[in-house]
């Protein structure tokens, strides 16, 4: 995704075109639902997100190595 908010995914809603949320984007990721971000700036969230890796994969990848 990136640092800057071009970057970010955007979606079409009832509302409108709009970027997804921080927690969008953990859900896509994988990450659980009660998964909280810390009190950072919202630019931080979403790289700190966008380096993260996809929980799902990583989950599967090490049930096949083990």
């Known amino acids: 995704m990136g ?3 071009d970057r970010v995914p ?3 809603d ?3 075109i709009r970027t997804i949320t921080p927690y969008e984007c953990l859900a896509l990721m994988g990450f659980p639902e009660e998964f909280k971000i ?3 700036p919202l630019k931080s969230a ?3 997100i966008g380096n993260s890796v996809c929980v799902p994969i ?3 990848t090490a049930k096949q190595i083990y």
């Open 3 to 5: 640092t800057w908010y």
């Open 10 to 12: 955007i979606i079409k």
């Open 14 to 16: 009832n509302y409108g």
């Open 38 to 40: 810390a009190n950072i």
């Open 46 to 48: 979403y790289k700190q």
């Open 58 to 60: 990583i989950k599967k």
